[in-house]
């Protein structure tokens, strides 16, 4: 890490070569530098975060993985998108934007005493590799994520989920549920806030993961929250998130104005469906009404919310009765324009438990346009007066 403090004001370089302009900028949340549609930004510790050369998006994550992605129809949305393991296929990549990188740098004379310049200009490869082993160690992996949580600093005072047996779901089983132990967990904190380093002031959002946050008793989740405080100014944290499901947690609305009195901003709750039927074919417990009465107790305590519905579940024979209990469901509950509906198309993977109901059931997958216009019906019977935001949240996009 290196010993040099955060970067207090913009400092902003534009250089004209022919019709095209290298911009550079260094700010106090990353070092940013572009030229024509090409973008590069890194981390306060010259960790790649996004490249985008060739019409291509690459994301990097603190893990090292990379994900591709290239739009390729706006409406309907459609995305390529590849997540590459492949280490010689991430080497071509970091080395095809540090080579960009150091020519801007030359082209533009840019210089600047943070290091964070000099090591970008270096590129070294080499401590990106080391720096994969590094995050390994202090993480279990991050399986998933909601979409506008990417660029959070995420700590995992739980692994696993205490629940564990939705028929679709394969994020946990992997691991048996646990909580850190007070002291465990404070040396986890300090283990990924040495390793973010100055990479931290690109991360203003908390994530607590994994499953079900909320799961834990209260005093220990204050607990929790309060090591976190310790390693980082609340004045720095924009917020806590984290996810629950609604069928093992019971808090007060005082407990969860406890919670937010500590800078709990948002919960992001799997309901998937609010079909009975539905639920049962998901090997989740219901009733789905039980949402209802979690994002009203979380609404009336100042705490925002996350809800994910599953698109696609059931099949074709249970479209018409996912689209309208579905719709049912979401008006009963308070959402506002703070709130968040994530569409997500359902993924089946091989061997799930799910496969296994489906096929004994006979029931048949969604297409991708059926799925489109099934979060198009979903969408139209929503009645929200100030509507809250809706958006897709494909699984495999996740990347930390
Ligand atoms: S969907 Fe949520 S509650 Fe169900 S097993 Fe997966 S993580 Fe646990």
Request: net charge negative; glycine share 6%.
């Amino acid at each position: 890490m290196d010993e040099w403090g955060p970067v207090v004001e913009t400092i902003k370089t534009i250089h004209k070569i022919g019709d095209d302009e290298i911009t550079i900028v260094l700010s106090p949340c990353c070092f940013r530098l572009t030229y024509g549609e090409e973008v590069y930004v890194f981390d306060l510790e010259g960790r790649p975060v996004f490249m985008y050369f060739d019409r291509q998006l690459y994301e990097r994550g603190l893990s090292g993985e990379i994900v591709a992605k290239k739009w390729i129809s706006v409406t309907p949305p459609r995305r390529h998108l590849v997540r590459i393991m492949d280490r010689d296929v991430k080497e071509r990549i970091l080395r095809h934007s540090f080579e960009r990188v150091r020519w801007m740098l030359e082209e533009t004379g840019f210089d600047h005493p943070d290091p964070v310049v000099k090591r970008v200009y270096r590129g070294d490869i080499q401590r990106l590799w080391m720096e994969e082993s590094v995050f390994r160690r202090i993480y279990r992996p991050i399986s998933i994520l909601p979409p506008d949580q990417y660029l959070s600093l995420v700590f995992q005072p739980l692994e696993g989920c205490p629940y564990n047996k939705c028929s679709f779901c394969t994020f946990y089983r992997d691991r048996e549920f646990r909580f850190k132990g007070l002291e465990e967990f404070r040396r986890h904190v300090e283990e990924v806030v040495n390793f973010l380093g100055r990479g931290i002031s690109m991360r203003h959002r908390i994530f607590l993961a994994d499953a079900n946050t909320l799961f834990a008793d209260t005093r220990l989740l204050r607990s929790y929250i309060e090591t976190v405080l310790d390693y980082i100014p609340r004045h720095d944290i924009e917020g806590f998130y984290s996810f629950s499901d609604y069928f093992t947690v019971y808090k007060t609305e005082e407990e969860l104005g406890m919670l937010r009195n500590l800078g709990y901003k948002r919960v992001y709750i799997g309901l998937e469906t609010g079909d009975p039927e539905v639920l049962r074919i998901l090997s989740k417990p219901g009733p789905p009404e039980r949402s209802v009465n979690l994002v009203k107790r979380l609404k009336a305590a100042g705490i925002n919310v996350g809800v994910i519905i599953l698109i696609g579940a059931g099949g074709r024979e249970y479209y018409r009765q996912h689209v309208e209990n579905t719709v049912k469901i979401l008006n009963s509950m308070p959402l506002d324009r703070r709130d968040i509906i994530y569409f997500s198309k359902l993924k089946v993977r091989e061997g799930s438990e799910y496969q296994r109901i489906a096929e004994e059931m006979g029931l048949t997958s969604l297409s991708d346009e059926e799925m489109d216009r099934q979060i198009e019906e979903i969408k139209q019977g929503l009645r929200h007066v100030e509507p809250p935001i809706q958006a897709i949240y494909d699984i495999d996009e996740t990347i930390y």
